[in-house]
Nanobody, 117 residues
Framework: QVPLVESGGGLAQPGGSLRLSCAPS????????MGWFRQAPGKQRELVAE???????NYADSVKGRFTISRDGTNNTIYLQMSSLKSEDTAVYYC???????????WGPGTQVTVSS
């Protein structure tokens, strides 16, 4: 298990922006993947964006062109820049790290993102 520290959630207006960050609280050498998932009330947790070793990225169709995931390789902090926010982006956002491909992954505690006027 790798403890993760998340920050950056909050309230934004439709069309606005927020940036989430997530970092492991202990050193991890070159993790296989880190990413963001979200879970809205009454819905299953779903992938938002993930960044892999070598900086390959994968996005949910619903956020392509609006969200950007990036990583600071010096400390394995990842960022999710969210722009053009919609009410349907409202959810608890969870960070996940997979150290190796077959790892089940470690999850952060979650951070609330609310998009509302």
């Amino acid at each position: 298990q790798v403890p993760l520290v998340e920050s950056g959630g909050g309230l934004a207006q439709p069309g606005g922006s927020l940036r989430l960050s997530c970092a492991p609280s202990r050193y991890v050498f070159s993790p296989y993947a880190m990413g963001w998932f979200r879970q809205a009330p009454g819905k299953q947790r779903e992938l938002v964006a993930e960044i892999y070793r070598g900086d390959y990225t994968n996005y949910a169709d619903s956020v392509k062109g609006r969200f950007t995931i990036s990583r600071d390789g010096t400390n394995n902090t990842i960022y999710l820049q969210m722009s053009s926010l919609k009410s349907e982006d409202t959810a608890v956002y969870y960070c996940r790290i997979k150290v190796v491909p077959h790892d089940d992954g470690s999850w952060g505690p979650g951070t609330q993102v609310t998009v509302s006027s």
